[in-house]
């Protein structure tokens, strides 16, 4: 997905709910400019003891920053993912060094799942699919699809449309790391 003319390149994070369940999963594809890199990086991660799902699209080292940072906001403000998202927004926007990272945030715990940018976006979507990086738009439409005409649980969803996004993204593969949260707290 593209944010204020900027499109991360170099991955897919897809989150989706489904009956209590939150699943996320991204691709393993790290490219600079039109060489692979890398194909089996891990960009999701569970945080928190595994309560929250974080995933990244972006510069690998700024997004290891902001797990980092964010990592820190879920300490200073535990069991509320959406205090530690907008805190998170608030610091990366105004700190003259946070506010050059070039990297989105994909979180999600089981009650909530936001995108969290360095524009100061915390946004929840209403239908409990969130996709960022350079396939996040195709991520969204298959994951979309997947929802309202088949049975798939939440990591079924993932599994399939980054399937779908590595035939159709030059920079998302088929390396795929899938985790989940069972919906409790």
Same mark, same amino acid.
């Given at each position: %997905? /593209?944010?204020s003319g900027?499109?991360? +390149?170099?991955t897919? =994070?897809l989150?989706?709910?489904?009956? &209590? $369940?939150?699943? %996320? &999963?991204?691709d393993g594809?790290v490219?600079?400019?039109?060489?692979?890199l890398k194909a089996?990086?891990? $960009?999701? +991660? $569970?945080?928190?003891?595994?309560?929250?799902? /974080? &995933?990244f699209a972006g !510069?690998?080292a700024d997004?290891?920053?902001?797990?980092?940072k964010?990592?820190a906001k879920?300490k200073?403000?535990p069991?509320?993912l959406?205090r530690?998202a907008?805190?998170?927004a608030k %610091?990366? +926007?105004?700190?003259?060094y946070?506010? +050059?990272?070039e990297?989105?945030?994909?979180v999600a715990? *089981?009650?909530? *799942?936001?995108?969290?940018?360095?524009?100061g976006d915390? =946004?929840?979507?209403?239908d &409990?699919?969130?996709a =960022?990086?350079?396939g996040?738009?195709y991520? %969204?439409? !298959?994951a979309r699809a997947?929802l309202?005409?088949s049975?798939?649980p939440? !990591?079924?969803?993932?599994e399939k449309s980054? !399937?779908?996004v590595s035939e159709i993204c030059?920079?998302t593969?088929?390396?795929?790391t899938?985790?989940?949260l069972?919906?409790e707290?």
């Amino acid at each position: %997905m /593209a944010e204020s003319g900027i499109t991360y +390149r170099g991955t897919t =994070i897809l989150t989706v709910r489904r009956d &209590g $369940k939150v699943a %996320m &999963g991204g691709d393993g594809q790290v490219t600079v400019g039109d060489t692979i890199l890398k194909a089996s990086a891990k $960009k999701v +991660r $569970k945080l928190q003891d595994g309560k929250v799902l /974080a &995933g990244f699209a972006g !510069a690998v080292a700024d997004a290891l920053t902001l797990f980092d940072k964010f990592e820190a906001k879920l300490k200073d403000h535990p069991a509320n993912l959406k205090r530690a998202a907008v805190e998170l927004a608030k %610091m990366w +926007r105004t700190d003259r060094y946070l506010r +050059r990272l070039e990297a989105q945030l994909a979180v999600a715990d *089981s009650e909530y *799942s936001l995108l969290v940018s360095g524009n100061g976006d915390v =946004i929840e979507p209403d239908d &409990g699919v969130l996709a =960022i990086g350079s396939g996040g738009s195709y991520a %969204m439409a !298959a994951a979309r699809a997947l929802l309202r005409h088949s049975d798939l649980p939440a !990591a079924g969803i993932v599994e399939k449309s980054l !399937a779908i996004v590595s035939e159709i993204c030059i920079y998302t593969n088929r390396e795929i790391t899938l985790i989940e949260l069972n919906g409790e707290s």
